[in-house]
């Protein structure tokens, strides 16, 4: 397949050859059209009665004709074939036609010169009462203006030039080159150089934008890829515990143990099987959130829906003291589920993760949109953990072990469901003093009513 700078080459080439062709037809037809006006001087002198061409070279005797008979050469071919010069030209008065073996020019015919300061003449003969006149005009003029024409068709080529060749110097280093390097590097990236990246073009050029796309597709498609191979990894290591526990006692019930270990067994295997259960479908519920997004949004009370999750925690959690800080009511644009859903895990969250005798609030505010503020007075997050904590499996070493039950999932569904709903979420936290965990979703509007 050719390449674009192939093309550009060839089209380059193709342009010099139409160019060259062009000025060439020009210089021609130019030529012609001189010559053709000296042989059209030559037709009118030679259509002249003989006395009129002899007198036009007499001052005294001026013949009525707008010819200037000063740029005329007229002679005389003798009947041995010399030339006897009746007139030269004023301005060369040595010049003389080359006539050898010609016998006669019926038609105007250039013809070089034996002396003379030109080299070249447009001659004719006429014959008039048995003597043969000849009649010649100097094409210098006509020569000197077809070299002037070549002249000035060359400089102009010659600036024309300079300007192409600059355009394509121009295309070749900010367009053709960027390009081939781009192609290099995508060719190294597809053969596994993963580490290659587009090098840097000129600043404001086509080429410079679409190198930093692709560079930020690059990256994009690698932390993806690593995303993935971490999620597959901590997937297979969530995974593996359960699995590890669900081999050992179904081996010990085969090797025929008591009937008391048995049913520990069981229950063993019962509650991996269910932590293993919890951990698909939390996966599956993120596969859903990521491909459908949300549906069915409508105005939802997160007054009330916060209520109702108030009073499952005090099931769930009877000695914690939970505050609430909110107004009568509120409304959001989302899917009550999911708005509950994300409650709980929030508060979930922060009963599993702080002390016993530590109260938590609940409060809602109303700046750009709805947000839910979930603020324990645990022992606070470390800075650097921070940013991770809505990643998939992620957890914080203090305190976020599997054996308080949680899979590192619970947060990553929050941040996806607030993703869904293009809300927003994040978290703030104070080492030793507090942790606030919020998410924020679009305020309810009457012009939402009827989507």
Known sequence: MMSLARRLSLALVALVLTLLAAGAAVVLIQRHYLVQQLDLQLTKLSNMPMPGLMAAQHPFRPARSTLAFGDIYLGIRNADGTL??????????????????????????????????????????????????????????????????????????????????????????????PIA???????????????????????????????????????????????????????????????????????????????????????????????????????????NLDVHGLTDRERVDVVAVIDAVVEDLHVIAPERRIEVDTPRSLFADAVPDRVTQAILSLTTNALRHTPHDTPITIRVTNATGVRISVIDHGPGIP???????????????????RSEGGNGLGLAIVAAIMQAHNGDYGVDSQPGIDSTFWIEFPEYTPAQKNR
């Not at 290099?184 to 990246?197: F, L, T, Y």
């Not at 080429?207 to 191979?229: F, P, S, V």
């Not at 997937?235 to 090797?255: K, Q, V």
Request: charged share 25%; aromatic share 4%; proline share 4%.
């Open 84 to 177: 006897t010069t009746v007139q030269a030209p004023t301005n060369d008065a040595a010049l003389v036609p080359d006539l050898n073996g010609v016998d006669e020019l019926p038609t105007p015919t250039g013809r070089p010169t034996t002396s003379g300061n030109v080299s070249e003449v447009r001659a004719v003969t006429v014959r008039k009462g048995g003597t043969d006149v000849v009649i010649a005009l100097s094409a210098q003029s006509a020569q000197d203006a077809t070299k002037q024409l070549i002249t000035t068709l060359a400089a102009a080529g010659l600036v024309l030039a300079i300007v192409v060749g600059s355009v394509v110097w121009w295309v070749h280093r900010l367009g053709l080159t």
């Open 181 to 287: 390097r781009m192609t290099e590097a995508a060719d190294a990236i597809a053969a596994g150089a993963s580490h290659r990246r587009i090098e840097g073009c000129a600043s404001g050029t086509e080429a410079d934008r679409l190198g930093k796309a692709l560079n930020t597709m690059i990256d994009t498609t690698q932390a993806t890829e690593d995303r993935m191979r971490r999620f597959v990894a901590d997937a297979s290591h969530e995974l593996r515990t359960p699995l590890t526990t669900l081999r050992g006692y179904s081996a010990l019930h085969s090797s025929g143990t008591r009937t008391d270990d048995v049913h520990d067994a069981m229950r063993r295997i019962n509650d991996e099987a269910q932590r293993m259960s919890r951990i698909v479908e939390a996966l599956l519920d993120l596969n």
């Open 383 to 401: 800075p650097e953990h921070l940013p991770h904590l809505f990643d998939r499996f992620y957890r914080v070493d203090s305190g976020r072990s």
